[in-house]
């Protein structure tokens, strides 16, 4: 068999990228964690020894851990004066995670995934599922960090815009119930924007429940606010609105969860979906966002759905034709896509 050599250079410089991103994540988890970025983008351009002082961290490791993230090209290096800083748009990613494109959060996700990779393994064998709750604790917080950046950017701004008379409800008073909330990100974004709006934010995890109720206190949200345990098919109450923030896919029996969602909306009420951004084909999703979303969907979300009743395993790229067929089977009339992102898809269901 032939080989193209300029093929295989290609392949192979493709792989030393790669492997080192995948040999520098955890660098970023210690930047993120010791306030290395933080420290570095705040303080200004900054010595191994004047930034192991400023962050009390020890100079040697310090000094290795800067060379590496200047050859990743996260953060900068002035080599005539020995120093080295970062640039606003480096800062911006690393530094500051109020940032649509705060990436530690997802290096905290692809941490989880390589820890949990036995379980992951035995699952390809055995055909079980892996649940939510038994990944590891790093999962939970990265997925809050990783997705709450673009919950701010967007779901205010243009997101609930989107949906037909949604923002009028909520400005003169609505009920609204977030399912699979996780930590309560986009609740209390909502909370925060619709002061005479009363929310509620159901997740089946309850250490993630616990964590949701301490954030809305110190938000000082607890009194709009309230987080509870519950499934997508048994969560009480009568709403408004009802929000899934890219959990329908991890779900076992999304049809289920859909004909709930329908009995506890009001006549007029609607059901907002955000999920990550799919083409209906497989082959419109081969590429950099959709690489990214299959692999979180074959460590995280396909192994949460098969650990549920019914399984049906949608994945992370279903995409709408295919998330269509899965509202309407519960019961809904009218589908469409309200608004998307590069990264989300955002649909609108009513009765």
Request: charged letters at 20%; hydrophobic letters at 45%; one cysteine or more.
């Amino acid at each position: 068999m032939a080989i193209d050599p300029a093929k295989f250079q290609e392949l192979a410089n493709k792989m030393v990228g790669d492997m080192g991103v995948a040999f520098g994540a955890a660098l970023v988890l210690v930047g993120d964690r010791l306030g290395l970025y933080r420290s570095l983008a705040a303080n200004g351009p900054a010595t191994p020894d004047e930034l192991a002082s400023r962050t009390h961290t020890f100079e040697r490791y310090v000094r290795e851990w800067l060379a590496a993230q200047a050859a990743a090209g996260y953060i900068s290096c002035d080599a005539a004066a020995h120093r080295y800083f970062m640039t606003e748009e480096q800062a911006l990613v690393f530094a500051n995670d109020e940032s649509p494109l705060f990436a530690p959060g997802a290096f905290e996700v692809a941490a989880a995934m390589v820890r949990d990779e036995p379980k992951i393994t035995e699952a390809f064998r055995s055909g079980n599922g892996v649940g939510w709750g038994e990944h590891d604790v790093c999962l939970f917080r990265g997925t809050e960090r990783f997705f709450r950046p673009s919950y701010a950017a967007n779901l205010i701004s243009s997101w609930i815009p989107a949906l037909d008379g949604v923002a009028a409800k909520l400005e003169r008073g609505a009920s609204v119930a977030d399912v699979g909330c996780g930590h309560g990100a986009s609740t209390m974004l909502m909370a925060k924007a619709y002061p005479k709006s009363q929310f509620t934010g159901f997740d089946f995890h309850q250490p993630s429940i616990d964590r949701a109720t301490e954030l809305a206190r110190e938000a000082g949200l607890a009194d709009r606010v309230r987080f509870a345990k519950a499934t997508a098919k048994d969560f009480p109450g009568t709403y408004d609105l009802v929000g899934c923030f890219d959990c329908l896919h991890d779900m076992g029996d999304p049809v289920g969860a859909a004909a709930h969602v329908l009995s506890t909306l009001k006549p007029d009420g609607i059901w907002m979906i955000v999920e990550p951004f799919a083409s209906d084909e497989t082959a419109q999703n081969l590429n950099p966002v959709g690489r990214m979303f299959y692999s979180a969907s074959t460590m995280i979300c396909t192994p949460a759905s098969r650990a549920q009743e019914v399984g049906l395993a949608l994945g992370t790229q279903a995409g709408p034709k295919r998330l269509g067929e899965v509202v309407k089977a519960g019961g809904f009339t009218r589908f469409r896509v309200a608004t998307q992102t590069p990264f989300n898809l955002v649909l609108e269901a009513r009765p």
